[in-house]
């Protein structure tokens, strides 16, 4: 009997560890760069093309390596960085796995130039899916260039499996960002499809967030620090007001690698407990360095996680820091939400000169019948009718078909700055303000974007909002729809964008706000592949311009709320699923009251 168990060859189990390692033209990037940074670089160039799918080429100046360390570098389990098992607990490097160009080597084509400072001539070698095709001298300065072509050129399955390059450049500017800020004392510079993206000159931590982010950033930075026997705390916490639903700025260092913690984010937004609003995260830029020994990082693939041996007391040490740096700079005062509702004007008096309500009469109104309301089709339709109602409003349609268009609910009243509440002859509705209008706008903006036909309204002034590289690259995708909203933007000097008109329903003070939030969710919209962009785009402002749970309205207000939420298309639930209103039926509370 033969036996069955083989040997994988190598090209294959570097495919397999490839699978771990490599999922995306960013896990290139995030590989290169740490190389580059280990190398003890001083200036380190990532260039990429298609976002990373065609190219991804990382140039150092850095210690480079010699003829055979050139060959060994893409074998598997080859590594300069550790010798024995205990060295892994005393991690210097970012790099240790020693599997990252092995694994970079058997799924794409790989040329790399390298230079040692001893050394007058640099090494070139090829390789292709693992083969070595070719290995010669030439002639370039110190340092390594390591240049991936055609990534997955071998493995359709993974290639195809690669989102668009908005999103996959997305990913790449979240890893260059982790090394970038990880490293102020190392010049970055990053050059996508020929364009100079960043440059971030040496400099202090503080400053280079802000040249990643944006001065803006500066004056919302909170510092944090702590230093204790277990681990020493610094960084910044961005001010509350900052805080965001969706994905934000959320960089946590440890020994100066980027980690993905859940347990110790959960500490961070403890600290800003009672700061802010419910499902909102706070930005932070921290970096927690730790005794090697106290921690085990080679627990992922990738090094994005890391096991401590005291979780608990750093929890501790990281919530206490923080809510103390925030007490100290007197964050609580300046809160948004925090100010007093009641000198706000209501939502659409706003940027309006009040109108005059348009008044209805109903010539067949005859004040000796017994008065019904008179809501639309649909919540009757709910009550489920009794006999005598249909024929009433059937009259009613007949007599007036004015009336169904804008039908007038007669006795309304707002409950808790949250519910409007709607009496019916046998039952109420208790509709979610938010919710409801959520729905008319999201309906509203929808239609807009799908027959281009959005009414813009001109500014007075031009409105100037200065994009990060990210958002600029979700602005070029979502151009066509903002302009069919009746969005009015130019774009200047390849950062800047000038809004001369919006749409009517965006209020001018909101603009700025909307159009970051479209900007920054988009990229989670493009990762969604179950919904259109224009779908996402039109949840986007329905959520940001819609009136809030806390918004007191006028009964004038109320009334065209409901008007206009019963003309919506669909009634049941918000566009984000939640639902809109329930029926309290007379008979429920009869029952409960008995
Ligand atoms: P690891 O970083 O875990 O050691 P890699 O596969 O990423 O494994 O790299 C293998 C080895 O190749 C490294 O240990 C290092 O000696 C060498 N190397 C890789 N990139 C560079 C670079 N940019 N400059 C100098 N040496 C490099
Ligand atoms: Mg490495």
Not at 145 to 157: E, G, T
Not at 322 to 339: A, C, E
Not at 435 to 455: D, M, P, V, W
Not at 542 to 563: C, M, W
Request: with cysteine.
């Amino acid at each position: 009997m033969t036996n069955k168990i083989k040997l994988l060859p190598d090209h294959v189990a570097n495919q397999i560890a490839a699978g771990e390692v490599i999922q995306r033209p960013a896990s290139v990037v995030k590989e290169l760069l740490e190389n580059a940074v280990d190398a003890g670089s001083e200036i380190i160039q990532l260039i990429i093309k298609d976002a990373g799918k065609t190219l991804v080429r990382v140039v150092d100046d850095g210690m480079g390596m010699n003829s055979i360390d050139i060959r060994l570098a893409f074998e598997r389990h080859a590594t300069s960085k550790i010798k024995v098992a205990e060295d892994l607990f005393a991690l210097q490097t970012k790099g240790f796995r020693g599997e990252a160009l092995a694994s970079i080597a058997a799924i794409a084509r790989v040329e790399t130039h390298t230079r040692t400072k001893d050394e007058e001539v640099s090494h070139h070698l090829k390789i292709e899916g693992s083969n070595v095709i070719e290995q010669t001298f030439s002639t370039q300065p110190k340092g390594t260039s390591i240049a991936v072509k055609s990534l997955f050129y071998n493995i359709p399955a993974r290639r195809n499996f690669l989102k668009s390059d908005t999103v996959e450049l997305r990913h790449i500017i979240d890893e260059f960002h982790r090394v970038a800020l990880a490293h102020p004392g190392i010049n970055f510079l990053f050059f996508n499809n020929g364009n100079e993206i960043f440059d971030l000159p040496v400099t202090s931590f503080r400053k280079r967030i802000v040249n990643v982010f944006g001065t803006k950033l500066d004056s919302l930075l909170v510092p944090v620090e702590e230093s204790t026997s277990l681990a020493k705390l610094e960084g910044f916490v961005l001010k509350p007001s900052q805080s965001k639903k969706t994905r934000g700025q959320h960089f946590f260092f440890v020994n100066n690698r980027f980690i993905k913690s859940s347990f110790l984010h959960h500490a961070i937004i403890k600290a800003f407990e009672g700061l802010l609003k419910p499902g909102y995260h706070p930005g932070y830029f921290l970096f927690l360095n730790i005794d090697t020994k106290r921690i085990d990082i080679n627990i992922h693939p990738t090094k994005t996680e890391v096991k401590f041996d005291d979780e608990q007391s750093l929890y501790a040490i990281l919530r206490s820091a923080i809510k103390h740096s925030l007490g100290i700079f007197q964050i609580v005062p300046t809160l948004d939400f925090l100010q007093n509702q009641a000198i706000e004007l209501p939502y659409n008096y706003k940027d309006k000169t009040p109108s005059t309500p348009p008044i209805e009469v109903d010539s067949s109104f005859n004040p000796f019948k017994n008065v019904k309301s008179k809501v639309p089709l649909n919540i009757l339709k709910l009550e489920g009718l009794h006999s005598d109602e249909k024929t009433e409003y059937t009259h009613d349609l007949k007599s007036s078909k004015q009336l169904i268009e804008t039908p007038q609910i007669t006795r309304v009243f707002q409950l808790f700055s949250k519910y409007i509440v709607c009496p019916l002859k046998t039952s109420m509705l208790l509709i979610d303000q938010h919710r409801a209008h959520q729905r008319i706008l999201y309906e509203r903006f929808l239609s807009a974007i799908t027959s281009k036909k959005g009414i813009s309204q001109q500014l007075l002034f031009p409105i100037f909002i200065t994009l990060n590289p990210q958002q600029l690259e979700q602005f070029k995708e979502t151009e066509d729809i903002l302009d069919s909203l009746g969005f009015q933007i130019k774009l200047k000097d390849h950062k800047t964008l000038e809004v001369i008109g919006a749409p009517e329903l965006c209020p001018s003070h909101k603009i700025e706000n909307v159009i970051e939030s479209i900007l920054s969710e988009s990229d989670q919209i493009s990762d969604n592949q179950h919904f259109s962009y224009a779908d996402q785009v039109a949840k986007s402002l329905a959520k940001s311009l819609s009136i809030k749970t806390g918004d007191s309205l006028l009964i004038i207000e109320q009334q065209r709320l409901l008007d206009d939420f019963f003309g919506c298309k669909e009634t049941t639930v918000s566009p984000f699923n939640k639902k809109i209103f329930i029926t309290l039926e007379k008979s429920e509370i009869d029952q409960k009251l008995s």
